[in-house]
Each structure stands twice: as C-alpha cells, then as structure tokens.
C-alpha cells in the first residue's frame, strides 16, 4: 500500500513568514509524529498524536511551532515568523497503536532565507 | 539520560568486508531498538530492530547484537556491498506511552567497489 507522503517535498520562505507542511500517514496508522533533521544532524523528534488522546508536545522547540490532526489522519505543522535556525528537514512518521515500528515520509526540506 | 550515543560518524570498508556500527544508551526504561538507513533525499527507511529479551536478531546479511548489561548494541552487515553505501540510525524508545523514538547522531557508510 502506499506509504507516509509529505508536501511539499521543498520550501523556500522568508524570514519571518509563517509556513504550512502537511504529513498523509499510512491507512489505518493511528500514531502520527513529527521529527526535525537538521543538516548533518540526528533526527530530533517534535510532537506525537495518538488517536483521540491530547499531544505530545514535549519536543516542540518553541510556540512558534504548532501542530494539529483533523480527522485522525492528515496533520499539519505549522511554523510561525520562520527563522533561519528552523531551516531542516521536517519527516513525519506513522504507526500502529501500540506498535513501535514507525515507518517515515520523504521529509519536508524547509530553507529559510 | 535520554541519549543515545552512535559511533563512529563516518565508516569506510571495502566491499565483500563487514561494516560495524555501535551505540550505546543510558535510559534503561527502552526497550525497542530499531535501526534505520537513509540514502540521500530519502525519510529513513527501517532495517531491522531488536528488543531486549534476545541478544541477536539477524535478517539477511544484517544483524543486530544487543548487550543489555552494557547498555549497548550493535548493528553489522555482512558482505558489504557498494548499494548499502548510506547513512545509519540508531535509535532507542520506550514500550509505554507516546513511543518516540531517541536517534543516534547517524554513521555516513561508504562500501568501496
């Protein structure tokens, strides 16, 4: 079946612009996160939704950023007044609940300039 | 103590040799341990995990050995080929709760024809 896909694939934005990236897990995954890759960096995880439970915003590095689930499939991370600092690739991954395997999309590559 | 430590960061062997990649972890609440490789533009694509009840899982020429005592495991590809050039993540969660996953800092492979 078809995997986790990410839109879009690059973003270019200006310092300061608020940016929208959006994250189709696989059918069926209940568990949906957000990670962010800096260059040449590990991946640093962001924010979990599980279901109809409250997020996990533990990782979020700021309230600039912020992140929903409509519908328990489609999520959203949002950026607010980018800065050059949250220039990443931004990957979603998706799972079953209660299962760890966690299967991840393309990745976002954000470049603020 | 929710870090996990990946060495060495850049790794080159000779095609047909074996490629070792180790990492270590302190939080002795996980008890998942996936392994994922990267090519370049690419999400991390999973390889193989293990959890704490084996010492050794081995699927195809990968396999991973776990020391639970030492906090550390292992990840080793037999007969190295130029097509497993690519960077390797390890990573670490916990069975509880939100299951996000700690990375390691990723090894840069590269297998020599």
């Known amino acids: 079946g078809a995997g986790v896909s990410q839109s879009p694939s690059n973003k270019v934005t200006e310092k300061g612009k608020d940016v929208e990236l959006r994250c189709d897990p696989i059918?069926?995954?209940?568990?949906l996160y957000w990670y962010r890759q800096s260059l040449g960096q590990g991946l640093e995880f962001l924010i979990y939704?599980?279901?109809?439970?409250?997020?996990?915003k533990s990782g979020l590095p700021s309230d600039r950023f912020s992140a929903e689930r409509t519908g328990g499939s489609v999520s959203t991370l949002t950026i607010q007044r980018t800065q050059q600092e949250d220039s990443a690739v931004y990957l979603c991954?998706?799972?079953?609940?209660?299962?760890?395997?966690?299967?991840f999309g393309p990745g976002t590559r954000l470049t603020v300039t | 103590q929710q870090q996990v430590k990946q060495s060495p960061q850049s790794l080159i062997v000779q095609k047909g040799g074996i490629s070792i990649i180790n990492c270590a972890y302190e939080?002795?609440?996980?008890?998942?341990f996936p392994w994922y490789q990267q090519f370049p533009g690419k999400g991390p694509a999973l390889l193989i995990a293990?959890?704490?009840?084996?010492s050794e899982k081995k699927e195809g020429r990968f396999t991973i050995s776990f020391n639970k005592s030492a906090k550390q495991f292992s990840l080793h590809i037999m007969d190295s080929q130029p097509g497993d050039s690519a960077t390797y993540f390890c990573a670490a969660s916990k069975r509880q709760g939100a299951q996000k996953l700690v990375f390691g800092q990723g090894t840069r492979l590269t297998i020599n024809p």
């Open positions: 991954a998706s799972s079953l609940a209660g299962v760890s395997e966690q299967y």
């Open positions: 939704f599980q279901g109809n439970s409250a997020p996990d």
């Open positions: 293990i959890r704490p009840d084996v």
């Open positions: 939080n002795t609440a996980f008890d998942y």
């Open positions: 059918s069926g995954h209940t568990a």
